[in-house]
């Protein structure tokens, strides 16, 4: 939740509507960049698959980043919070119509390189980030903490 005194970080949504990775998709996608960020001093990195859910109140995964590096408990650390894509062949025990299970739970190196190659780029460019690894993390839950997972792999 939000506490009293502690500086607000932005958060700007934007789409993504042409991958060579997964081709025909397009997604939402949010970046939060604390209010302590300078440029001169690299921010850390946290990506979040299913990322607007990690927005909503039963997450409030924003707040939780402001409150931490305000109180010094955690780095400057950029969220980026991305979605899915969709259209997508859905799922074929939950359904749906988005590119989700074809994106998470894939073993390959594809969502990898999607990140590597496609969206991280022209935000690299905007804001200066870490080149440690130890700066840098993947999260999700369900299939979203298999796509972080094998990604890190």
């Known amino acids: 939740m939000p506490q009293a005194g502690v500086p607000r970080g932005t958060i700007t949504r934007a789409s ?8 025909g998709t397009a997604r939402d996608y949010w970046l939060y960049v604390p ?21 909503r ?16 408990e955690m780095p400057v650390t950029l969220g980026l ?3 899915a894509g969709s259209p997508g062949p859905g799922n074929p025990v939950y ?7 074809f994106e ?3 073993l390959g190196d594809a969502y990898a390189r999607f990140l590597l190659e496609e969206i991280l780029p022209p ?10 690894p130890a700066g840098r993390a993947l999260c999700g839950y369900s299939s979203g903490g298999i796509c972080a997972f094998t990604a890190a792999w």
């Open 95 to 101: 359904g749906g119509d988005d590119n989700r299970s």
């Open 35 to 55: 209010q302590q960020y300078a440029a001169a001093q690299p921010a850390c990195l946290m990506i979040f698959q299913d990322g607007e859910r990690y927005l």
């Open 81 to 83: 919070f991305i979605n």
């Open 104 to 106: 998470y739970d894939s």
């Open 57 to 72: 109140p039963a997450f409030n995964a924003n707040f939780v980043f402001d409150n931490l590096i305000h109180r010094g």
């Open 16 to 23: 993504w509507t042409s991958s060579a990775i997964y081709p």
């Open 123 to 132: 935000i690299q460019a905007q804001y200066a980030i870490t080149s440690n």
